[in-house]
């Protein structure tokens, strides 16, 4: 398999210096690799991925260590051909790429091997006077316990939709000169107990008008079930928590208004409440609770997005004892 060529390439030891990067410079033959050596930053980080890579790869035997190669195998090409696309900040999509692939290696040697792969969606073109581009990633889960189908959709259906939407049509005013880009990519987190992963989704773009947009979801899968977990799957049954959520974040959302002014209305019970039912804004770390709130949730686009940490700790007496977050 041709896979599994380049996986006996990967396991080659170093070749050049270690101020260099993982691989031998004097064989770079296309621009990816001729970039990287030519980087002291890029080339620390790809020694430091392939250290992480191999590390992991110790670990892992069977079906989980041919996931990882054959995914490793892809990310370099997802690498090569996202990246080359853009060749006036052909660094910089480099080194995004790296930290990104990185933080995922290490959350994948966290626990049990979650066996998520990585999609991408990446495009340019011209239309009229607009120039634009997507550089979509988004997460696949390919374990065999449980069905993932349904998450797995829902993931490949929002990126299909925002390459739609990064895309200029006829009515985007193609006469005046634009530069339409959109980027995506995922972190994923082990929350504690060793049940589920969260997909931590950010994405920034510029589509025309008079300033950029931007967002972090946050998606909790379970690993037992195979399926996306609201806030209602992780809290006791009931509506304490959401009480007990609104007191939380609404007290702290206050305090971050002293020094960053946001709409006050949107600390009002009712409507905090309505905000704080969103599946989307919890994002579930190994150390703590974060609730996101982007730009326009409550504040101004000014002032950027909030983010509240709540620790475990105070969270314990509301969460399911059986539910997939056991700290």
Request: aromatic residues 10%; proline residues 6%; charged residues 25%.
């Given at each position: ?17 270690q101020s260099g990067p993982s691989f031998d410079c004097a ?301």
């Amino acid at each position: 398999m041709k896979w599994l060529a380049l996986f006996l390439i990967l396991l080659a030891g170093p070749a050049s210096a270690q101020s260099g990067p993982s691989f031998d410079c004097a064989k770079a033959n296309n621009i990816t690799d001729r970039t990287i050596c030519k980087d002291a930053d890029l080339a620390k980080a790809d020694r430091e991925l392939v250290a992480a890579y191999k590390a992991l790869l110790d670990k892992l035997g069977g079906a989980a260590k041919d996931h990882l190669v054959k995914e490793q195998v892809g990310w370099i090409a997802s690498r090569n051909h996202a990246c080359q696309l853009d060749t006036q900040g052909l660094a910089s999509c480099l080194k995004d790429r790296y930290e990104s692939r990185l933080a995922n290696l290490r959350a994948f040697a966290a626990g049990p091997y979650p066996f998520i792969g990585e999609e991408t969606l990446a495009r340019q073109g011209k239309l009229g006077k607009i120039t634009w581009s997507y550089d979509i990633i988004y997460p696949r889960f390919d374990g065999a316990n449980a069905d993932f189908s349904a998450v797995n959709t829902r993931f490949a259906d929002a990126a299909k939709k925002a390459a739609h939407n990064a895309t200029p049509a006829a009515d985007a005013r193609p006469d005046l000169e634009q530069e339409w880009s959109y980027s995506q990519t995922f972190a994923v987190d082990r929350p504690p107990g060793g049940n589920a992963v969260t997909v931590n989704l950010t994405y920034s773009g510029f589509s025309g008008g008079a300033h950029g947009f931007g967002a972090t979801r946050c998606t909790l899968v379970d690993l037992r079930t195979g399926k996306a977990v609201g806030p209602q799957g992780v809290f006791k049954a009931g509506d304490q928590w959401l009480k007990r959520m609104t007191e939380l974040v609404g007290a702290d959302l206050k305090q971050q208004f002293v020094d960053k002014p946001g709409f006050d209305e949107a600390l009002e019970p009712a409507n905090l409440a309505k905000l704080l039912g969103q599946s989307d804004r919890y994002c579930w770390t190994g150390k703590n609770l974060q609730v996101v709130f982007n730009s326009y949730d409550v504040g101004p686009y000014a002032a950027g997005p909030y983010e509240v940490d709540i620790s475990y700790r105070r969270l314990t007496p509301i969460l399911r004892p059986d539910g997939p977050i056991v700290p």
